[in-house]
């Protein structure tokens, strides 16, 4: 099969402070949403904005440094590439979730909490 690409690169803000759990192996993985808003003018003239959600996970070593270091309304450049899990409910319902798995973060915004992170691991883990 040919070598695909899956990569991922965003810039927003960070919509929830971060959870970090652990998986039972005792691996730590962190979860959180970015904002990234856009706006464009229609060939009316009208200005609209939108913003699109992604849910990001981090794996290991950056999944501790994301719960140490951001907070809701952060700016954070994030990459990675994009996972869908499935899962079926108590009911038999399937659910699906599509997540960016990071394995880059960089804080923005502030000069003073400018850093740049990256995973330690190319895990294929889920976050669940």
């Known amino acids: 099969m040919p070598r695909g690409l899956n990569k991922v690169i965003i810039i927003g803000h960070v919509g929830r402070d971060p959870e970090m759990r652990y998986t039972?192996?005792?691996?730590p993985v962190t979860s959180f949403s970015v904002a990234v808003g856009r706006t464009w003018t229609s060939s009316e003239g009208?200005?609209?904005?939108e913003t699109e959600w992604?849910?990001?996970?981090?794996?290991?070593?950056?999944?501790?440094?994301?719960?140490?270091?951001?907070?809701?309304g952060y700016q954070v450049y994030v990459e990675g590439r994009l996972?869908?899990?499935?899962w079926e409910d108590?009911?038999?319902?399937?659910?699906?979730?599509?997540?960016?798995?990071?394995n880059e973060m960089i804080l923005?915004?502030?000069?003073?909490l400018d850093q740049h992170y990256t995973s330690d691991d190319d895990?294929?883990?889920y976050a669940f």
């Not at 992604?54 to 809701?72: M, R, S, Y």
């Open 83 to 86: 996972q869908t899990r499935s």
């Open 90 to 102: 108590d009911t038999g319902k399937k659910h699906f979730r599509t997540e960016l798995v990071a």
């Open 46 to 49: 009208e200005r609209h904005e």
């Open 123 to 125: 895990s294929d883990g």
């Open 54 to 72: 992604f849910n990001v996970v981090a794996w290991g070593t950056l999944a501790e440094i994301c719960k140490t270091h951001l907070a809701k």
């Open 108 to 112: 923005l915004g502030d000069r003073t």
């Open 24 to 27: 039972p192996s005792g691996r």
